[in-house]
Nanobody, 122 residues
Framework: QLQASGGGLVQAGGSLRISCGCSRRTCSNNGMGWFRQAAGKEREFVAAISWNGGNTLYSESVKGRFTMSRDRAKNLVYLQMNSLIPEDTAVYYC?????????????????WGQGTLVTVSS
């Protein structure tokens, strides 16, 4: 139901925008989140946005470099990633919150996409 896209290979210092669409269900009234999982590591929170885009949350490691946004009419959420570093290399997953708020906890999210791979070369 959640389809992430836009991942790829980028050099350190570069930018990339990844997207996530809700294909079978509307997610316009739900908070949405991005998480990532690097090889051999736990899945970690990256960013979240409330149902109307009025509130966003970021992890300390991406704050100031990444921006999450959404287009409710199109059921799309985006993650604009700037000043990428090799440590950002991971599979990025979008997730749909059970409620309308933004949230950091994985337990707040009911649906998960399949992930898109972002690789940052040094």
């Amino acid at each position: 139901q959640l389809q992430a896209s836009g991942g790829g290979l980028v050099q350190a210092g570069g930018s990339l925008r990844i997207s996530c669409g809700c294909s079978r269900r509307t997610c316009s009234n739900n908070g949405m989140g991005w998480f990532r999982q690097a090889a051999g590591k736990e899945r970690e929170f990256v960013a979240a946005i409330s149902w109307n885009g009025g509130n966003t949350l970021y992890s300390e490691s991406v704050k100031g470099r990444f921006t999450m946004s959404r287009d409710r009419a199109k059921n799309l959420v985006y993650l604009q990633m700037n000043s990428l570093i090799p440590e950002d290399t991971a599979v990025y997953y979008c997730a749909q919150n059970r409620g309308s708020a933004s949230a950091r906890s994985r337990e707040s999210y009911a649906y998960w996409g399949q992930g898109t791979l972002v690789t940052v070369s040094s």
